[in-house]
Nanobody, 124 residues
Framework: VQLQASGGGLVQTGGSLRLSCAAS????????MGWFRQAPGKEREFVAV???????AYADSVKGRFTISRDYAKNTVYLQMNSLKPEDTAVYYC???????????????????WGQGTLVTVSS
């Protein structure tokens, strides 16, 4: 499956953005979809995941502010980001996995396919 992320940009503290990740070339409905981010000089970190069953999980740092959703008709997964903070500044990546493990779902190695990333910059 190929993933194409979009929707990043520059926003002020407290603002909102919605990221999109369009999937093609595979059975979108069979993939668990995640969002990760990587800030300059830091490792890629888990942000959110939505399982095919509808189960969702979030990193503590974004819980209550970010929402992951998916539109099966459009083969797209979204990340709605509200109340953005400067520390949310990063390149955001969407990822897909055909396997599920509640322990490893936050790990980069659990995901088989990755989008190219979209930059989110939050100014103070």
């Amino acid at each position: 499956v190929q993933l194409q992320a979009s929707g990043g940009g520059l926003v002020q503290t407290g603002g909102s953005l919605r990221l999109s990740c369009a999937a093609s070339g595979g059975a979108f409905s069979s993939y668990n979809m995640g969002w990760f981010r990587q800030a300059p000089g830091k490792e890629r970190e888990f942000v959110a995941v939505r399982r095919v069953t509808g189960y969702t999980a979030y990193a503590d740092s974004v819980k209550g502010r970010f929402t992951i959703s998916r539109d099966y008709a459009k083969n797209t997964v979204y990340l709605q980001m509200n109340s953005l903070k400067p520390e949310d500044t990063a390149v955001y990546y969407c990822a897909a996995s055909q396997t599920w493990n509640v322990v490893t779902m936050t790990l980069v190695d659990n995901y088989n396919y990755w989008g190219q990333g979209t930059l989110v910059t939050v100014s103070s």
